[in-house]
């Protein structure tokens, strides 16, 4: 049984920086595609950034330049690293497993001066 269980969420300033883990469990994690993607009230779940097993990664738009994703196959963990955070960044970000299969429960990140 597949179980992604995301933390690191929380509230910071403008500006400044968090950093996401999902930690996976149930399944041999070098061999998929993992993502982040969000969800702000009222708008669509959109693509943050993704890493496939090989290590490429694509990222949405609106965060180009400013997060990065990597991932650890030794610790079955995908990280997200969240810089120069503005207030449009606030959404519930989910880890996802290879393009859908499978989603965490959410974590909240909000900012906020």
């Known amino acids: 049984q597949v179980q992604l269980v995301e933390s690191g969420g929380g509230l910071v300033q403008p500006g400044g920086s968090l950093r996401l883990s999902c930690a996976a469990s149930?399944?041999?994690?070098?061999?998929?595609?993992m993502g982040w993607y969000r969800q702000a009230p009222g708008k669509q779940r959109e693509l943050v950034a993704v890493i496939t097993s090989g290590g490429g990664t694509n990222y949405g738009d609106s965060v180009k330049g400013r997060f990065a994703i990597s991932r650890d196959n030794a610790k079955g963990t995908v990280y997200l690293q969240m810089n120069s955070l503005k207030p449009e960044d606030t959404a519930v970000y989910y880890c996802?497993?290879?393009?859908?299969?499978?989603w965490g429960q959410g974590t909240q990140v909000t900012v906020s001066s």
């Open positions: 996802c497993l290879h393009y859908g299969l499978s």
């Open positions: 149930g399944i041999t994690f070098s061999r998929y595609a």
